[in-house]
């Protein structure tokens, strides 16, 4: 069975600094994508970033950008320049190419952000 | 971009009774819905899966007599909590895969409904 570990319940980050959250994930399967998802006070989830197993370069979207280590099966998120805005609850996920869309999360990180 | 609606938002109902949550998608065609339930401060824990035409497909510990799922359309889901009890108390929250392609390429986006809160007194 895949599982997903994030392993810093909370994290804080002054204003405009930069933040790393880790997640490491472990799977037989070679072919997958990785997510991040950030799930604010109103607890809509929001997807952040994606990752394609097979693809070699790290994901970027603006200010957040990913560290996806295969061998390692680790896929960290860096947030450059934080903003008040990102203070949420973020978790890293995985789902099986093949599988429409059923994903495994981690318990997930909350991030404070301080002005 | 695709939308998963989700309703109620919040309700609140007292033991013994069946409350129903509605899960729809408004702008693409879902074959296949999950439903997930989070504690506060808590991962998604995913309940089960349901499928359009069949019936759902249940995580191991997830009592399909107690969470009754009926996909009743192509953009129509529904989770039943039957019986409620106090545990029973708690966020769920649907997705939605779009069909293969309409994200394009060969990912398909899984959206998120909003969440219902729910409060079994």
């Known amino acids: 069975a895949q599982t997903v570990t994030q392993s810093q319940p909370e994290m804080s980050v002054q204003e405009a600094e930069t933040v790393t959250l880790s997640c490491t994930y472990d799977t037989s399967e070679s072919d997958y994508y990785l997510f991040w998802y950030k799930q604010p006070p109103s607890r809509q989830m929001i997807l952040v970033i994606r990752?394609?197993?097979?693809?070699?370069q790290n994901a970027t979207e603006n200010r957040f950008s990913v560290n996806f280590q295969k061998a390692a099966k680790s896929f960290s998120l860096k947030i450059s320049d934080s903003q008040l805005g990102d203070a949420a609850m973020y978790f890293c996920a995985y789902r099986i190419k093949t599988n429409a869309g059923k994903s495994t999360f981690g318990d997930g990180t909350t991030l404070t952000v301080k002005p | 971009g695709a939308v998963v609606s989700q309703h109620p938002s919040w309700v609140i109902c007292k033991s013994g009774t069946s409350v129903k949550i509605e899960c729809r998608s408004l702008?693409?065609?879902?074959?296949?819905m999950f439903w997930y339930r989070q504690f506060p401060k808590q991962s998604l824990m995913l309940m089960a899966t349901?499928?359009?035409?069949?019936?759902?497909?249940?995580e191991q510990g997830v009592e399909k007599d107690k969470f009754l799922i009926n996909h009743a359309s192509l953009t129509l889901s529904t989770l039943t909590v039957t019986s409620a009890h106090p545990e029973d108390s708690s966020f769920y929250i649907c997705?939605?895969?779009?069909?293969?392609?309409?994200?394009?390429?060969?990912?398909?986006?899984?959206?998120f409904g909003p969440g219902t809160r729910l409060t079994v007194l």
């Open positions: 349901s499928n359009e035409g069949s019936k759902a497909t249940y």
């Open positions: 702008d693409f065609q879902a074959t296949t």
């Open positions: 997705s939605a895969p779009t069909p293969w392609g309409l994200a394009g390429g060969s990912y398909n986006e899984q959206f």
């Open positions: 990752q394609e197993a097979y693809k070699q």
